[in-house]
Structure formats: C-alpha cells, structure tokens
T-cell receptor, first 116, second 114 residues
Framework: AQSVTQLDSHVSVSEGTPVLLRCNYS??????LFWYVQHPNKGLQLLLK????ATLVKGINGFEAEFKKSETSFHLTKPSAHMSDAAEYFC??????????????WGAGTKLIIKP | GAGVSQSPRYKVAKRGQDVALRCDPI?????LFWYQQALGQGPEFLTY????????KSGLPSDRFFAERPEGSVSTLKIQRTQQEDSAVYLC????????????FGPGTRLTVL
C-alpha cells in the first residue's frame, strides 16, 4: 500500500537560512511524487513534481526536491527562506487506481514558520 | 475560467440539515476530484469524475454523501443529515487528466456543523 510520512509537523527557520522539509514514501510501484503548498485562506498550489525523469526536481519560488529511491525519500529544500514562504507544505504520492484514474495520497503536512 | 472556484466559501449548518457545495472546474478539464480536509490534516480523497462519469467514490465516508457532475463540468457535493464530524474544508480540484497531470485546487468550502 502507498503511504506518505512527513517527519516534522512544524519547522521553524530564520529568514535567509536554508529550509529542509522531510518526506518519506512507501510505494509498490515507481511513484509520482509532488509537493503542494497551502497558504492561509488560499487554495493548494503545486510546487513541483517528480515523474521518473530527473531525480532532482526544481519548482517554483526557488524550491527543489530530490528523489532518492534507496532512501524512499523526497525531501523539499530551499537555500534561503523568505517570509512569504510561511505556509503549510504537503508531500503527496500518486496512486494509480481503477479506470486509469489516479489518486493523490497526502502527507499530514508540515507547517513552515519563518522567523524575522 | 481562470481557476477552480467553489461556493459557498463558508457554510454553517445545524446538525441534521442538508447542504450542497458547488465546484466550477477549469474549463475543459476532464477530471474532477473532491477532497475532505479536517483541521490540521492533509486532504483525503472522496470521489473522482471523468467528464460526467463518477468512476471512483470509494472515499465517500457514508451514504449521506453524494456527488454529481451531470454535464461534465460543474459538480455538486451534497451531504444529507449533516453531523458534527462532517465539519471540515471540502476541496475541489480539476485536472486535464492523466496520471501525472497537475491537479488545480479551488479555495475550498469550510463547513461547520453545529
């Protein structure tokens, strides 16, 4: 069965310092993996996605993630945090179901707090 | 349209009341998804439409939940005889289709059942 574990419920960093949000997945197949961001009172927005091409994926707003099959990880990083990065981040794995449908299995989320 | 829209944005219902939540997907998007997001949790899948066909409703928590998309565009999620545990944000997403295509999310409807 597919699952996603986000290892930290909250991460707090100072503005200008690196960000690391950790995600481990479990999948029987070659997974497709995503990171979504949710700002308060706003809709979910796709940051980046991994679809079995390059293992290092670059997304919007300076974020990137590296797919490591041996570690079953897909951690999200950013070299320098900005105040506008404060939000909830979700790691997501895609599951192929019936009728060629796919379903997204979501992690519980990591709240990123940026200290001035 | 420019994005996925949902209405109402907020809904307060008394226990036992029926509610209807609307989703307008991005024009031309074949796939439409409904999710339920409880406070402090990630979204959980409810149901999936491909055009007007409801291909997967395995995530609907009970037979009080019903979704439709009769013309393959706008979708309505109906909850009958609401209970307090139904309180959550209900998210709608649409996609051009396919396994790795991005899902575009609406702002959600926050339902509070008193």
């Amino acid at each position: 069965a597919q699952s996603v574990t986000q290892l930290d419920s909250h991460v707090s960093v100072s503005e200008g310092t690196p960000v690391l949000l950790r995600c481990n997945y479990s999948s029987s197949y070659s997974p497709s993996l995503f990171w979504y961001v949710q700002h308060p009172n706003k809709g979910l927005q796709l940051l980046l996605k991994y679809t079995s091409a390059a293992t290092l994926v670059k997304g919007i707003n300076g974020f990137e993630a590296e797919f490591k099959k041996s570690e079953t990880s897909f951690h999200l990083t950013k070299p320098s945090a900005h105040m506008s990065d404060a939000a909830e981040y979700f790691c997501v794995v895609s599951v192929t179901r019936i009728h060629s449908n796919y379903q997204l299995i979501w992690g519980a989320g990591t709240k990123l707090i940026i200290k001035p | 349209g420019a994005g996925v829209s949902q209405s109402p944005r907020y809904k307060v219902a008394k226990r036992g009341q029926d509610v209807a939540l609307r989703c307008d997907p991005i024009s031309g998007h074949v796939s439409l998804f409904w999710y339920q997001q409880a406070l402090g949790q990630g979204p959980e899948f409810l149901t999936y439409f491909q055009n007007e066909a409801q291909l997967d409703k395995s995530g609907l928590p009970s037979d009080r939940f019903f979704a439709e998309r009769p013309e393959g565009s706008v979708s309505t999620l109906k909850i009958q005889r609401t209970q307090q545990e139904d309180s959550a944000v209900y998210l709608c997403a649409s996609s051009a289709g396919g396994r790795v295509n991005e899902q575009f999310f609406g702002p959600g409807t926050r339902l509070t059942v008193l």
